[in-house]
């Protein structure tokens, strides 16, 4: 079988990586003290054509047909980098980890996923807003916390990535954790 | 070197001179093995003379262009002009020329013949990573360098080594064609230039580990003068920890900025005295921050 999979496609569901966050939401909370602001940001960069033209009604077509459509919300946004996002918002992290998992198939399916950048989390720290960032291209997770000027707090986002060690797959390679500022989107503080 | 009451560090100075009079030992056994054997070493050492003076004059600019660094004026950036007035008021040093690298990695050196004609030169990597007293510590440890002319020091002490390194060159050419057997003995031609060779190589090899040990003093000769100057040993030992090791890897350049450029970033090889090298040039952080510590202890009374 594992010869043919090139002919028929990929048969493993893609971004697998993806669902370790909605099962970690308890360590993060006990371990960490982050609470999930149970929303999500997907970012693209976009394309002049038809999948992108089409993009809203897609979206709204796809997340209805999930299982937890009735609450999932989304938003279509542009920042300042030209750069595409699909903002979730929804009554658990698990049903916003879902929604970015079913986008994420959409743009596969429609060999986009080079285009895919990156989903990110927003979760509430005990002192200040963290995020956990999902590369779609590594499938791993690395943690963001940033602070006013363009700083991050890198010693609190290393504790953070090693406490997730056994729940989460990491990026280890602490060169790829590229930060995002200004993200369009909104958090609960 | 100018003598100062405070700030030096004696044990130090004696180490790097017993550096500098190996380092002489061995040229002295280069230069006389060469003369054993005939080798128009004057006319390599003018050449090698020559662009050793080009590097020497020009090593500020070079260095600043290879780094992709502007030199930037008050009103450009008045928080670090601030800073480094209040350090050269300090320390009784001329001010030197400051630039701005934008790159990510955090880094900071100092360049320049002498301290009329420096450049201390800050990446944007460094100055997002350090709070502003840690920064103030780096520039001191800078400008330091610039007190104890040590650009000037660690280019004579390269002189040496890139001579032999040339030599060695010219010396495989000559073998290749076979034009070696002009030496004083007719018919040792292959062997004396096997000895030649081999032993320029001994000789390149060693002085420039002696350069490295020279260097490593220097840095922390750097390191207790800029503390001085500071008065803040802490602040440069907290600034070497965030800047080496894992919060160093960790970047601050916008994710869509890096894919949107598509770049490939190179390291570029850096000169001058850079705070953080690769190479041994610089000592092991975890000792320049023990050392630091106790100074602290000493001055700042942790």
Not at chain 1, 9 to 36: H, M
Not at chain 2, 15 to 40: H, K, S
Not at chain 2, 228 to 244: D, E, N, V, W, Y
Request: glycine share 8%; aromatic share 10%; with cysteine.
């Amino acid at each position: 079988m594992g010869l043919l999979r090139p002919l028929f496609g990929q048969r493993k569901a893609p971004f697998g990586g993806l669902a370790a966050l909605a099962r970690a939401e308890t360590a993060l909370r006990e371990k960490l003290r982050l609470v999930s602001d149970r929303k999500g940001g997907l970012s693209y960069k976009p394309l002049q054509t038809a999948f992108f033209d089409g993009l809203q009604g897609e979206v709204d077509r796809r997340l209805r047909a999930g299982r937890f459509t009735v609450w999932t919300r989304f938003s279509l946004e542009k920042d300042s980098y030209g750069f595409g996002w699909v903002l979730l918002d929804d009554r658990s992290l698990e049903n916003v980890v879902e929604a970015v998992q079913t986008l994420g198939s959409y743009f596969a399916e429609g060999n986009h996923t080079k285009q895919l950048l990156a989903a990110v989390f927003p979760f509430q720290g005990r002192e200040r807003q963290a995020y956990w960032i999902y590369s779609f291209k590594r499938d791993r997770f690395y943690p963001f916390v940033p602070l006013p000027d363009e700083k991050r707090d890198s010693p609190e986002e290393l504790r953070l990535a090693e406490a997730m060690e056994k729940e989460l797959p990491l990026e280890s390679a602490l060169e790829r954790w590229y930060p995002l500022w200004g993200m369009p989107l909104e958090t609960r503080s | 070197m100018r003598e100062r009451a405070t700030g030096r560090d004696w044990e130090l100075t004696v180490r790097m001179f017993l550096v500098m009079f190996l380092l002489a030992l061995v040229y002295f056994f280069f230069v006389t093995v060469l003369w054993a054997f005939g080798v128009p070493w004057i006319f390599l050492a003018i050449i090698a003379a020559i662009m050793l003076g080009l590097q020497y004059f020009l090593s500020d600019k070079l260095v600043l262009r290879s780094m992709g660094a502007k030199v930037v004026s008050p009103q450009e950036a008045p928080e670090l002009h601030a800073m480094v007035d209040r350090l050269c008021a300090r320390a009784g040093l001329p001010k030197p020329k400051l630039a701005i690298a934008n790159m990510d990695i955090p880094n900071a050196f100092a360049t320049g013949r002498n301290p009329k004609n420096s450049v201390v030169c800050v990446t944007t990597g460094i100055m997002r990573r350090l709070e502003p007293q840690e920064l103030e510590a780096v520039l001191g440890h800078e400008l330091t360098h610039i007190k104890n002319r040590d650009v000037t020091i660690i280019t004579m002490a390269s002189f040496f080594a890139m001579l032999a390194a040339m030599l060695m060159n010219s010396l495989m050419w000559m073998g290749l064609l076979g034009g070696f057997g002009r030496g004083r003995r007719e018919g040792n031609g292959m062997a004396g230039l096997m000895v030649v060779y081999l032993v320029t190589v001994l000789v390149w090899i060693v002085s420039n580990l002696l350069i490295l040990a020279l260097s490593r003093y220097r840095e922390y000769a750097a390191d207790w003068g800029g503390s001085f100057i500071t008065g803040m040993p802490s602040r440069l030992a907290s600034a070497l920890t965030k800047i080496s090791g894992a919060i160093a890897r960790i970047p601050t350049e916008d994710l869509r900025k890096v894919e949107g450029a598509n770049a490939f970033f190179i390291v570029p090889a850096l000169k001058g005295n850079s705070i953080m090298e690769l190479l041994s040039s610089h000592p092991p952080v975890q000792k320049r921050v023990e050392r630091l510590r106790r100074l602290a202890k000493q001055i700042e009374g942790i």
